[in-house]
């Protein structure tokens, strides 16, 4: 299976943080964001993953280049205006032919097993939802016996970034603006979302407060690795 990696957009919620970086390139750890993710999909047995850019793009491909180093072949998507998540991956689907695709917003970090997501038959999108964190009390949407919904009969969870899609699901929607959510809620209107709840860790970087907190975290992390192996 391939995969793309979402990586196009301003980061402006980040302030000054992305006037000269691009969000993905951001580090936790000593390593930045995207760098995680390539790694992971590699280790999953993904080998090739298309990467979409914009805003500074120049720097992830100085950064990533084909690949080499994470294990996988990448190939760039280069938008020339915002196409935001579901353009961008319309423009990106004649790299991924007939077949499904595992989908991955660039600001999360996570440790989801990517080689356990699959399509389910008969379904255009599997979704990874999470917890509602603290930020997002109100969460995204309803999962109910596989299948995620708009509407919740007992409680929501929030959408991870993380997902499966099959070709098909955008074949109607030019690559223009468009985002991925309104996609997504008609499809579900249709029963053709399924989805699964993550409990592992996930962090979305939406502030320069939540880029600060997982970086000590792991940080935190590895000192208490190196100190028992030690």
Request: proline share 5%; aromatic share 10%; charged share 20%.
């Amino acid at each position: 299976m391939k995969a793309m990696i979402l990586a196009a957009g301003y980061g402006t919620r980040m302030g000054k943080l992305t006037q000269e970086t691009p969000k993905p390139l951001l580090k936790v750890g000593g390593e930045p964001l995207i760098f995680y993710h390539l790694l992971a999909l590699a280790k999953a047995g993904v080998q090739e993953v298309v990467i979409n850019t914009g805003w500074l793009g120049e720097q992830l491909e100085d950064a990533i280049q084909e690949g080499k180093q994470f294990g996988v072949k990448v190939h760039y998507s280069r938008e020339q205006t915002p196409l935001e998540t579901a353009g961008g991956i319309r423009k990106a689907l004649p790299f991924f032919g007939n077949s499904p695709f595992i989908v991955v917003n660039g600001d999360v970090w996570t440790d989801v097993d990517f080689s356990h997501l699959f399509l389910p038959e008969n379904r255009l999108a599997h979704l990874v939802l999470v917890d509602n964190p603290a930020h997002h009390p109100e969460g995204d949407f309803a999962l109910c016996h596989g299948e995620v919904k708009q509407e919740a009969v007992v409680g929501t969870l929030t959408f991870a970034g993380i997902g499966c899609y099959h070709p098909q699901l955008f074949w109607e929607y030019g690559a223009h603006e468009n985002k991925l959510g309104a996609v997504l809620r008609q499809a579900m209107s249709d029963g053709k979302v399924s989805g699964e709840h993550h409990k592992g860790h996930w962090w979305d970087i939406g502030t320069p407060e939540r880029l600060q907190a997982l970086d000590e975290q792991l940080w935190a992390a590895r000192t208490l690795e190196e100190n028992t192996l030690g």
